[in-house]
């Protein structure tokens, strides 16, 4: 939060002569921040490609086959980005741009796999859901049906919380890539989405969607 906070002020302070100074120091900021992250995450890759074992007999195919790919996309993104912080602090000669974009990629990766997981709940969670209301409903009330049908995913708050994070996390490595053209400060401000809703399923664990 604090890293895309800085990078969306940052960008969007340069341009105003008061707040040129600040928009140095946060620039600088996020940078540190980022790195700091990158040190947090160190390790991380493995424990990714060991969650893939608990999910290895898990009885819904779609779910299991995203999740296995998702999990095993994340750690190559985890990995490439240990190298980045290898080269950053120093201790090896990397090419960072390289890396960079072989971290993106992956990242983009287990993103879009999570989407299309967050996808089908939410659309079996409207088949299972339209057949109860289907029949008690007349065709004339067609427009209220999908009304009543989109009312329904307010139970299931942990599928649309989750497909609103990887919507906005799927702006980043899309940009980083060069496949869109999202200034510095929108994707500072995607990043602060994601990163708020994150912090909500730690306050609210209940509405982290299960398995992940």
């Not at 999910?55 to 980045?84: E, G, Q, W």
């Not at 079996?124 to 109860?132: F, N, Q, S």
């Not at 200034?183 to 989405?193: D, E, K, R, S, Y």
Request: some cysteine; hydrophobic content about 45%; glycine content about 6%.
């Amino acid at each position: 939060l604090l890293q895309y906070g800085s990078r969306a002020y940052w960008y969007y302070a340069q341009n105003i002569r008061s707040t040129q100074h600040s928009a140095e120091i946060l620039r600088s900021l996020e940078y540190t921040f980022s790195s700091f992250r990158k040190l947090l995450r160190l390790g991380r890759c493995l424990d990714s490609l060991y969650s893939t074992l608990k999910i290895m007999k898990y009885p819904d195919v779609v779910v299991r086959v995203t999740l296995i790919l998702s999990k095993i996309a994340n750690a190559l993104f985890l990995l490439a980005d240990h190298i980045i912080w290898i080269g950053r602090v120093g201790l090896f000669r990397v090419n960072i741009e390289k890396w960079s974009k072989v971290a993106n990629k992956y990242w983009l990766m287990s993103i879009i796999m999570n989407l299309t997981r967050d996808i089908y709940e939410i659309i079996r969670i409207l088949k299972d859901e339209g057949k109860d209301i289907l029949m008690r409903t007349p065709k004339f009330y067609d427009i209220w049906r999908q009304y009543e049908l989109l009312y329904h995913l307010k139970n299931h708050k942990d599928i649309v919380i989750d497909a609103i994070k990887n919507g906005c996390d799927l702006f980043i490595p899309l940009s980083a890539l060069g496949f869109t053209k999202f200034t510095p400060g929108a994707i500072g401000i995607l990043g602060m989405m994601s990163s708020i809703v994150g912090l909500y399923t730690l306050i609210y664990p209940l509405y982290k969607l299960a398995p992940s």
